[in-house]
């Protein structure tokens, strides 16, 4: 997903405009690869501090002590790190904007501290993980724009940065909620291994209030754009309406009658769709 959102956003929706932008095919790739690198240390360390949530949860999905020894997990950690990181500089470097290392840094750094502590507090581990899919989604836009910005091109390349922020946004919207409607899918586990989700917090029941209050945000806001600013393009209205705001409607009221494992399961895929859908959206610059 993040190496497909990273590639629509340079070639489907950057290049569509005919603008030379900063970054090569062989930059992009090695973003990309920089990015899944560290996304799948993360998945790493996650998985390596979840076992024994998962023996509740996901028993049938266990891959740490069962595919793979726990050691061998860490050292496959710190290599995805090392690589994804020096990647990152490399990149940074190639740019001309050394600086830029430090966002590698800083997400391998708060993968680990959301794995090993910031998971099992109330909501934080939620907004942090939620900022870090929409980071990913950004970083596209920092490494094409910010290293050729002059006096000039200012204005249009502020507006296409707030058009890939928009994205950002509604990826961190999207995956926020999806991880409320995770925390409580998973309420049995995570409560056995002493955490502090919102549904363990405030009760299944209110968090499952609060999963459809939620739901309604990117529901209204993604309506609202498409009466405002997508009304006189037939065939982004007709997208829209069918892939993004009609699953979003199903999923405020599937929140609403929610009570299973399974149902807050269902609706966690349902929003991965919507994701998925959402930023395939940024194709419709390109054929429109």
Same mark, same amino acid.
């Given at each position: 997903m993040i190496a497909l959102v990273q590639l629509l956003v340079k070639y489907a929706f950057l290049e569509?405009? @005919?603008v030379s932008f900063g970054l090569t095919t062989l930059q992009i790739l090695i973003l990309i690869l920089a990015t899944a690198c560290i996304?799948?240390?993360? %998945? =790493?360390? %996650?998985?390596? &501090?979840? =076992?024994? +949530?998962?023996? =509740? %949860?996901?028993p049938g999905k266990i891959i740490i002590g069962k595919s793979i020894s726990e050691k061998t997990a860490y050292n496959l950690f710190i290599v995805l790190n090392l690589v994804g990181v020096g990647l990152g500089y490399y990149l940074s470097y190639s740019v001309g904007r050394s600086g830029f290392f430090s966002i590698f840094v800083v997400i391998s750094a708060l993968l680990y501290v959301y794995a090993s502590y910031?998971?099992? +507090?109330?909501? $934080? @581990?939620?907004i942090i993980i939620s900022m870090l899919v929409a980071l990913s989604?950004? =970083?596209?836009? $920092?490494?094409?724009?910010?290293?050729?910005? *002059? +006096?000039?091109?200012r204005?249009?390349? &502020?507006?296409?940065?707030?058009? $890939?922020?928009d994205y950002s946004i509604f990826?961190?919207?999207?995956?926020?909620? !999806?991880?409320?409607a995770k925390?409580?899918?998973?309420i049995n586990g995570d409560y056995k291994a002493g955490m !502090? *989700?919102?549904?363990?917090? $405030? @009760?299944?029941? !209110?968090? @499952?209030?609060i999963l459809f209050v939620l739901s309604l945000i990117p529901l209204f806001v993604v309506s609202y754009y498409v009466i405002n600013s997508l009304y006189k393009n037939q065939t982004a209205v007709i997208y829209f309406l069918v892939f993004i705001i009609a699953p979003l409607l199903y999923i405020s009221i599937k929140s609403f009658s929610a009570k299973t494992k399974k149902d807050y399961h269902h609706i966690s895929s349902i929003l991965k769709l919507v994701m998925f859908f959402g930023m395939l959206s940024l194709l419709l610059y390109k054929y429109n």
């Open positions: 569509s405009f @005919g996304a799948a240390a993360g %998945n =790493v360390i %996650n998985d390596i &501090y979840d =076992v024994e +949530t998962d023996f =509740v %949860n996901k910031l998971k099992q +507090t109330f909501l $934080i @581990g939620n989604i950004v =970083v596209v836009g $920092i490494f094409e724009l910010l290293p050729v910005i *002059t +006096t000039e091109n204005q249009t390349l &502020y507006t296409f940065f707030k058009i $890939i922020l990826a961190f919207i999207i995956n926020l909620i !999806r991880e409320i925390d409580i899918e998973d !502090r *989700t919102l549904p363990i917090v $405030i @009760g299944r029941e !209110r968090a @499952g209030n």
